[in-house]
Each structure stands twice: as structure tokens, then as C-alpha cells.
């Protein structure tokens, strides 16, 4: 059941990730997302078989220690936003500050709940819900295409720079699905320690708790 429930908050929010990149882009003034019916939490339209479903399930059930996912990519013309110049990385920054901001919202409940009357199940769940969207917020930072760190690190650079960069996510993108197992792989024999490390340090400064 709590695997179940671990895959569930997972892929809703993955979704609510995507969901404020096309949010981000509207207010920005590309209308790509909302024409495409992509601004809604329903999940029918964002569900990918092999990143919402397939992968965090088995990720979920084998106790990986990756926890990771996605739902099909919001649409968005970069060239509509109102900002050339900041516009991408408001977009893309907006995944990761809607599920950190989530991760602290659940995070507080978990710490005040028992004061406030919630029960334990109540608790646990705003747990899960906690600790997915911070490692989610924080994961989607690392500067890796097609991750939103790597745009938003692109669209900080000066031009000369982040033409090399584009051209590495050129490269990556044609080396498909090789070069993300060879990322994850890289990801858990020699940084899913100390990412971990972190993100359960946070996880028990804003819930007063441990993992």
C-alpha cells in the first residue's frame, strides 16, 4: 500500500511540475500550453506510459534509490515570451519552484499537524507528498539535458557560452535513450548519496522530522 501510494503522489506530482512550466509560459505570453489543454491537473492529458507509469513503478516496487519520473513535456514557444532574455528560465525554474514550494507547504503540516488535530494517516500521507516534491525539485536543478537546471543554466550564460551548451544537448539528445541510463547510473553509484544526504537534511528542517 505505501508503494502505491509512494507511485500515486509521484506521478501527481510530476504532473503539477509540468503543469506550472505551461502556467509560467501563459503568463509570459505564450498561449502554447493553454491552447494545447495542457493547464489542468487532470492527469489524462500529461500521462506518459513509460515516464509517468512504467519507470517510477518499478523504480517504486524494487526500493530504488533514484525516485524519479515524467509527464509528456508542456508545449511552449520560446519566441512568444515577453522576456527573450529571462523568459526560459522563468519557465523552466517555475517545475521546480511549485514542487519545493509544495515540499514546505506538506513539510509545515507534517511538523504542526498533531497540534492542529490531523491524524497519523493524514500525516504520513503529507509526508510522502513532502518528500517526493523536494527530491523532484531539487533533482530537476542538476544542470543535465533535458533536466530544467540545464535550461535554466543555458539561458544565464552569455551567448558564446551557451551555444556550446546547445550543442551538447544536441549531442545528448542523439545519443536518446543511452544517455539517460548512463545519467541515472552515473547518478546513483556516485551522487545519490550526497544528493540524498541533502534532501533529507531539508526534509527534517522543515518537518522537524527524520526520513
Known amino acids: 500500500m505505501e508503494a502505491i501510494l509512494f507511485l500515486i503522489v509521484l506521478i501527481l506530482s510530476v504532473i503539477a511540475h509540468e503543469v506550472a512550466h505551461g502556467y509560467a509560459a501563459n503568463s509570459l505570453g505564450d498561449p502554447t500550453a493553454r491552447l ?12 506518459d506510459i513509460m515516464g509517468s507509469l512504467v519507470i517510477p513503478a518499478l523504480l517504486v516496487f524494487t526500493h530504488s534509490p533514484i525516485l ?4 509528456k513535456p508542456v ?4 519566441y512568444n515570451l515577453k522576456s527573450q532574455r529571462w523568459g526560459e528560465t522563468l519557465v523552466a525554474s517555475a517545475g521546480s519552484a511549485t514542487n519545493i514550494s509544495l515540499a514546505i507547504i506538506f513539510g ?3 511538523r504542526y499537524g498533531s497540534a492542529l488535530g490531523f491524524d497519523q494517516t493524514a500525516l504520513t500521507l503529507a509526508a ?37 551548451l546547445n550543442r551538447f544537448e544536441a549531442r545528448v539528445r542523439t545519443a ?36
Open 176 to 211: 536518446g535513450a543511452f544517455s539517460l541510463i548512463l545519467f541515472l547510473l552515473v547518478f546513483s553509484y556516485v551522487f545519490a548519496r550526497p544528493f540524498f544526504g541533502l534532501v533529507t537534511r531539508l526534509f527534517s528542517l522543515i518537518t522537524g522530522s527524520g526520513v
Open 128 to 164: 510522502s507528498i513532502a518528500f517526493i516534491n523536494l527530491f523532484l525539485g531539487l533533482f530537476n536543478l542538476i544542470p543535465f539535458p533535458p533536466l530544467d537546471g540545464f535550461t535554466v543554466l543555458r539561458s544565464a550564460l552569455p551567448w558564446h557560452l551557451s551555444s556550446n
Open 75 to 78: 508545449p511552449y514557444n520560446p
Open 108 to 110: 509545515l503540516l507534517v
Open 36 to 47: 494545447a489543454g495542457r493547464l489542468t491537473l487532470n492527469p489524462l492529458p500529461h500521462i
Open 68 to 71: 524519479f519520473g515524467w509527464a
